[in-house]
Each structure stands twice: as C-alpha cells, then as structure tokens.
Nanobody
Framework: QVQLVESGGGLVQAGGSLRLSCAASGSTFSNYIMGWYRQAPGKEREFVARIGWSGSPTSYADSVKGRFTISRDNRKNTVYLQMNSLKPEDTAVYVC????????????WGQGTQVTVSS
C-alpha cells in the first residue's frame, strides 16, 4: 500500500507559478499511475492531471491544459505538478492520488496541499 505526502502549496499572485510535489512511500512507485486532483471550497473534487507508470501518457483537464505540467521521477518516488499562469480560480486543495491499474478511480490519496491564488 502506498502512502502519499504532498508539499509545495502556498499563496501566489495571479500569473505566478508554483510546483507541487507528492512523495510516495511504502510500495514500488513505478507500479502506480499517478494523478493530481483539486477541491475548491463548496465544490466537488475535480481531476487536474494524470501520468502513466513510466511518465507517459499524460492527460489534463481542459481548464489547466497548456498551463500545468505533470511529471514524475521514479528514482525519487515523486510526482510533480508545475503550475504556471495561475488564476484565482485555481485556488483549491490539491491532492495527489495513485492506483496500480485504474486511470479514473485511484484508490490511494494524500492529505492535500493548499494553493491560494490572489487577484
């Protein structure tokens, strides 16, 4: 069973950048599809990005395509989310997720990291 710990959130002005990290432990990291999701206050959790076992394929929500980039380093057991051109509507708790086989229903979740974008 994999454990996930996110870091890198914070407060940033609109147009700025942040890089989130998610460190995995407890299981072989390269066996997992990894993803990022987010949940804003009063809203349901939504998909942001996902990445395959070896770094491909990747997919993104339309709302972040062209601004966010997901990547992974299997030697460091870490997945990243580079977020550029941030907008106030990107404000949310960002959560890392993992699953061995499912692209759309991950079984393992981190606690999340807060991202706040000021206008």
């Amino acid at each position: 069973q994999v454990q996930l710990v996110e870091s890198g959130g914070g407060l940033v002005q609109a147009g700025g950048s942040l890089r989130l990290s998610c460190a995995a432990s407890g299981s072989t990291f390269s066996n997992y599809i990894m993803g990022w999701y987010r949940q804003a206050p009063g809203k349901e959790r939504e998909f942001v990005a996902r990445i395959g076992w070896s770094g491909s394929p990747t997919s993104y929500a339309d709302s972040v395509k062209g601004r966010f980039t997901i990547s992974r380093d299997n030697r460091k057991n870490t997945v990243y989310l580079q977020m550029n051109s941030l907008k106030p509507e990107d404000t949310a708790v960002y959560v890392c997720a993992a699953d061995r086989n499912s692209w759309y229903r991950p079984n393992y979740w981190g606690q999340g990291t807060q991202v706040t974008v000021s206008s």
